[in-house]
């Protein structure tokens, strides 16, 4: 029965990693030691240390407070008209009770006739499309009460309605007598 041994460059050297972690806790420690402060940039400023970076107490000759300042006179704002505090909107001025009289009803005019009543929707779904020929397209249509029709573009649908245009997922129809056009949207009919 033979066993087999590592070679010593195989094993883990267990004083390599405790000699690693003790530097590493000694850096950590020096650094908290010394107050250890990342070197600054280098730039034709000389820079100042304070007083309280290095661990000493602060001078109070280090200290710049000018408390004349804040008791001086400030220029003129004028009349401040944004607050980003609040939402308000100024209040429009009212005009003096003289100047301009009191108000009167404006003059509507003669009476507008009623607007035209609102185009009937067209009653009818678009299903689907049927290309018969490349370039030439049939469009599917149901009213989803059970009656269907199948329209080329020109063609008259249920005596009333004409396929103006067949588009790629909808087409343009209108109304013979000339009331107007509608869109439909390749949707189908609700289930009932």
């Keep these: 029965m033979s066993t087999e ?5 195989a094993r ?3 004083w390599l990693l405790v000699l690693l972690g003790l530097s590493i806790v000694a850096l950590l420690a020096a650094r908290v030691l010394t107050n250890w402060v990342p070197a600054q940039s280098t730039s034709s400023t000389p820079t100042r240390t304070s007083s309280r970076a290095r661990g ?19 220029p003129d704002q004028g009349e401040v008209a944004r607050n980003p505090f609040r939402f308000y909107q100024k209040p429009q001025p009212t005009p003096s009770p003289g100047s301009t009289g009191p108000l009167k009803p404006v003059d509507p005019g003669p009476p507008q006739p009623p607007p035209p ?3 009937p929707p067209i009653p009818w779904k678009l299903m689907g499309f049927v290309e018969i020929k490349p370039g030439e397209r049939v469009a599917a249509l149901s009213d989803c009460k059970g009656g269907t029709w199948n ?15 067949i588009g790629i997922e909808s087409i343009i129809i209108e109304y013979l007598d000339g009331k107007g056009r509608q869109p439909l949207r390749l949707e189908g009919c609700p289930p009932r």
């Design 5 to 9: 041994r590592q070679s010593p460059s």
């Design 12 to 14: 883990p050297q267990t």
């Design 56 to 74: 000493q107490a602060i001078d109070p000759k280090e200290l710049d407070i000018r408390l004349e300042a804040l008791e001086a006179a400030r």
């Design 117 to 119: 009543p609102p185009i």
């Design 151 to 165: 329209a080329r573009q020109g063609e008259i649908v249920d005596g009333q309605y004409r396929v103006v245009q």
